[in-house]
């Protein structure tokens, strides 16, 4: 649709999302205690997610800024749609 | 209850929904229902009719001819009409909508290549595993897909289009519009084969899609819808039973019509008949179709109706029941009870019971109790036996001799006595602060007394409210609610990180007045305040020994500090002319603890009130914890009271009364505006008023006009508070904060301004013009709702009109505000009420799904931190070295 295509990565607004590698991903997994389908759930058609190239049943790492803890890392593994 | 066995407890693991197909509702049915007619001449229920015996007995006495139960033993059973034609159920219209444009209407099968339904059954069945909640999604894509295909893979056959004239008439569109018969549907849907029937997200194995249209309906039995024998002796029928009358009627006639081979009008006329009917007995709230009504007017309620909505099975029955061991009545303040207790009326007392099991310890107790009986307070209403049989002490002659037979192991129901822990609540429950636990006090009269703190979290006030009391009955319960639920473990709200339960109103103004500089206490009045207290230790030095001992009310509080409590704080004194930026301040308006002892400064609303975080009280609740807290709301609160009672303390008009000199000074101050207003509307009317940004000339001048008047108010407010005693009660209540202002005594003492309706000044009503008093376009302040009187000199009969108004729109406003935020509450509490926090720190839903990796990415308690930070560095520097860096 909009002409000029830009990374939505580069916005201010748009959290650091990155790809977890599997071993990697398993490893948090375990030490989450958490079995995918309990992972809270971010859609392949995302546009983050589609310009890091993530896959669904990858997991994502996003770091952001918290107003009550200054750093925060979340996970969510991405799904079909 | 705690006595039954737990062990036969099971946990439910799924719920899942079908529909009754036609076999399994003639299966279920002991009778098929037949004719309309309910009862004979005798009154006797007609065999076949809906009121049929086999149906279940109600009336006592009787014996049920399936089961032999009388009414208390038999369930009830089912019965069942055979339509004479079929008619489409109106729950699942929207289904057979889908199923009808998703499927082929010569070969009935869903509108997909093999290929693709192959695809999407194994997708379908492998989201079905690991995604369960995405499954909707799959099966809305299918939905639309399928709609869209002009061609069947399968026969080739061209799609037609299919209408839906809600809420149950389908056409189909070709060339012309023809209207499909449920005959018709139903063969259409009987073709669709099951693997077809799961992509549409329906169970083949409890849900085929052609039960959707019925054949035959089940009768409920007679349990489901009593009749009631008015005192006339009037039989009166529950509506379902009116309901299935009439379905009966309309098939029957149509059944007869079919034989006598009516003309195709008259059968398609009757069996509309017959849907409508079929249908208002499911939903009587359909769209599209009149209500069926009883012979008085009134909406029948049928089976929908039962289950909807706030009084329906599910929030009025099975979410909501009315539960024993309660009580309701008018609550009326009490100042000299604790505040985690509730005074209970005696009568209530009595009513109430405690389970109380016998032990070698307390059986002499449980004697008395059993001795009194169930009209002398305190004493029992029932003894429970080892084996489970009740006595109901009320039937129960010789008491004395039930008393001595009392043995470790019988259980007592004892009525509430002082100490019990109860659980308190004012409805609107909306936080948790809205439920506590409170210990009883036994009280003559007949409502609930509680202490003044606790009214900010309930909210309550004592203007006619009532409130709600719940007797615990288990052990666990009792010590959940001590530990858990008691006041004081809830004077920290976790809705802002500081105290909801504090000073108000009268206690603002006697710590006040009781701390003050000027105020000198003799022996006689400091053993008259300490009195209401629980101190027990020595007097003070007094602060003046000659010519007679005086004691300062500072002195008296220092007692009831803890001995190494540091604080330097602002008060609300502290402002104006009153201003100091530090400890050493003159006018006593900078609070200075060190070591327990109050040095310099007055109690007042920052420092003792409620909901005042970072306060004086609300360090005293973090630092010396809760049950001290608990101790001083109930002593040093209590002192401020009586304080405030032997000063007296009242408002009168004098007390808001200005010199004439202020008074001409403020009508100057008036003047001057009107004049800069008039000078505004000239200019404006010249056309030389340059908009502000973003503006029309007409907002540009409302702006500057609102914004120079309601200067022009400060301004008088200004004066009239110059004029004002320091110490006039009026202004001392506003300047603690106790109650009020300096608004509202500006408003009764100089003037009251603008009155706005919506933002803006007052402009509504004739044209052009608020009132007829004025001329058309006039917009000066007094023609747009500007009050140049005061309350205390009195409006005019206009400036009334408008004051009126304006006060309308915050009566409108508030009654709005709290239906729509009731209702948001409710979504909210609803979608969020599940989750929980784990042992791990991650908020989850119970299936372990994670909302949160780390509640509240901080995991702080927002109840127990300051401004959201776990710690604050600079009151533990205050607290252990007595002031800042």
């Known amino acids: 649709m909009s002409p000029k295509k830009f990374d939505v990565r580069e916005h201010r607004l748009v959290p650091k999302h990155e790809r977890v590698p599997l071993p990697e991903a398993t490893e948090i997994l375990k030490e989450l205690g958490l079995d995918p389908t309990q992972l ?42 | 209850m705690s006595y039954l066995p737990q062990s036969t407890l099971k946990v439910l693991e799924k719920i899942k929904f079908g529909v009754l197909s036609p076999d399994e509702i003639r299966k279920m049915s002991r009778v098929q229902i037949i004719t309309a007619e309910t009862y004979d001449e005798d009154g006797m229920p007609i065999q076949g009719g809906v009121m049929d015996p086999r149906l279940g007995v109600i009336e006592p006495g009787r014996r049920c001819p399936v089961c032999g139960n009388t009414m208390h033993g038999c369930p009830g059973h089912f019965g069942h009409i055979e339509l004479a034609k079929p008619v489409i159920h109106i729950g699942y219209v929207k289904q057979i909508y889908d199923l009808l444009r998703g499927t082929c209407w010569k070969c009935s099968r869903i509108l997909l290549s093999e290929d693709q339904i192959k695809e ?24 639309q897909k399928t709609a869209k295909v002009q061609e069947c893979p399968h026969c080739g056959a061209k799609q037609k289009k299919i209408k839906l004239d809600k809420p149950t008439n389908f056409y189909e569109k070709d060339k012309g519009v023809r209207k499909l018969s449920p005959d018709e549907i139903r063969a259409r849907l009987t073709h669709i084969p099951d693997d077809d029937v799961r992509l549409f997200g329906i169970d083949p194995k409890e849900a085929r899609p052609e039960w959707f249209v019925l054949t035959v309906i089940p009768v409920p039995p007679a349990q489901v819808r009593p009749s009631i024998m008015l005192e006339t002796g009037v039989r009166s029928e529950d509506d379902l039973t009116h309901k299935l009358v009439d379905i009966i009627r309309a098939n029957n006639r149509l059944k007869e019509s079919m034989d006598a081979a009516a003309p195709p009008i008259v059968i398609d006329d009757l069996w509309e008949l017959l849907q409508y009917h079929v249908t208002t007995y499911i939903n009587n709230e359909v769209p599209g179709i009149p209500p069926a009504r009883h012979r008085t007017g009134r909406a029948l309620k049928t089976l929908a109706q039962r289950l909807k909505g706030k009084e329906g099975r599910f929030r009025g029955n099975l979410s909501g029941k009315r539960v024993d061991f309660s009580a309701r009545t008018v609550i009326s303040p009490d100042p000299n009870i604790s505040i985690n207790e509730v005074g209970v009326p005696e009568e209530m007392a009595k009513l109430l019971t405690v389970p109380m099991r016998v032990t070698p310890w307390n059986i002499e107790e449980a004697r008395k109790y059993v001795m009194n009986g169930p009209y002398k307070w305190p004493g029992a209403n029932y003894i429970i036996r080892p084996d489970g049989r009740r006595t109901d002490l009320r039937f129960f002659k010789d008491r004395k001799a039930l008393a001595s037979s009392l043995t470790p192991g019988y259980i007592v129901e004892r009525h509430l006595i002082d100490g019990d822990i109860v659980l308190f609540n004012r409805q609107p429950s909306l936080h948790r602060m809205s439920i506590m636990a409170h210990k009883v006090r036994v009280l003559p009269g007949k409502t609930f007394r509680l202490n003044l703190l606790v009214c900010p979290p309930y909210n309550a006030d004592f203007d006619g409210d009532e409130m709600n009391l719940h007797v615990v009955q288990t052990e666990e319960a009792r010590a959940e609610a001590l530990e858990l639920m008691l006041v004081q473990e809830h004077i920290l709200s976790p809705r802002y990180g500081g105290p909801i339960i504090g000073g108000l109103q009268d206690y603002i103004s006697g710590a006040y007045l009781l701390t003050t500089k000027s105020t000198l206490l003799t022996e006689e009045e400091v053993m008259d305040l300490l009195s209401v207290t629980d101190y027990k230790g020595e007097l003070p030095e007094p602060a003046i ?5 005086m004691w300062t009310g500072k002195q008296l509080v220092s007692l009831f500090l803890p001995p190494n409590f540091n604080l330097r704080a602002k008060t609300s004194v502290n402002a104006g002319r009153l201003k100091c930026e530090d400890e050493d301040c003159f006018n006593d308006t ?58 007296g303390f009242t408002m009168s008009l004098d007390d808001v009364e200005i010199p004439p000199e202020a008074e001409e000074r403020i009508r100057e101050i008036l003047k001057e505006a009107e004049e800069d207003v008039a000078q505004l509307i000239e200019a404006y009317r010249k056309g030389e008023l340059e908009p502000l940004p973003g503006m029309t000339p007409e907002e540009t001048l409302e702006t500057k006009i609102m914004e120079r008047l309601s200067r022009a108010r400060d301004q008088a407010g200004e004066v009239a508070a110059e004029y004002l005693d320091i110490f006039n009660n009026a202004l001392i209540m506003a300047r603690t904060g106790a109650r009020g202002n300096i608004l509202n005594l500006t408003q009764m003492s100089a003037a009251l301004g603008q009155q706005s309706v919506r933002g803006e000044r007052i402009n509504r009503g004739y044209r052009g013009r608020p009132l007829p008093h004025f001329k058309p376009g006039d917009l000066m302040p007094a023609a747009r709702g500007f009050v140049y009187s005061s309350f205390r000199t009195g409006l005019s009969p206009v400036e009334l009109f408008f004051h009126a108004a304006g006060g309308r729109e915050g009566l409108v406003d508030t009654a709005v505000r709290t239906s729509q935020s009731g209702y948001m509450q409710r979504r909210l509490i609803n979608a969020l009420m599940d989750i929980r926090v784990e042992y791990d720190g991650k908020a989850t839903l119970p299936d372990g799904t994670v909302v949160q990796f780390s509640y509240g990415e ?28």
Not at chain 1, 52 to 60: C, D, H, N, R, W
């Open chain 1, 40 to 81: 809270p759930q971010i859609r392949a058609s995302d546009p983050v997610v589609k310009a890091i190239g993530a896959k669904p049943g990858e997991l994502v790492r996003i770091i952001r800024e918290s107003e009550t803890a200054g750093k925060t890392v979340v996970y969510r593994i991405v799904v079909v749609g």
């Open chain 2, 120 to 143: 999407y059954l194994s997708l379908m069945e492998r989201l079905e595993r690991l995604f369960p909640n995405l499954k909707p999604r799959l099966i809305e894509h299918i939905r």
């Open chain 2, 545 to 549: 020994t000659k010519p007679v001992k």
């Open chain 2, 590 to 647: 900078y609070l200075v603890i060190k070591k327990g002892k109050l040095l310099a400064g007055v109690l007042d609303k920052k420092s003792i009130g409620a909901q005042q975080p970072e306060s004086f009280y609300h360090w005293i609740v973090k630092e010396y914890g809760v049950d001290y807290a608990r101790f001083l709301t109930d002593n040093m609160f209590r002192m401020f009271i009586r304080y405030i009672e032997k000063h």
């Open chain 2, 858 to 885: 901080d995991q702080v308690d927002p109840a127990r931190s300051d401004h959201g930070k776990p710690v604050n560095v600079d009151r533990i520097i205050e607290r252990v070295i007595g002031h800042e860096l």
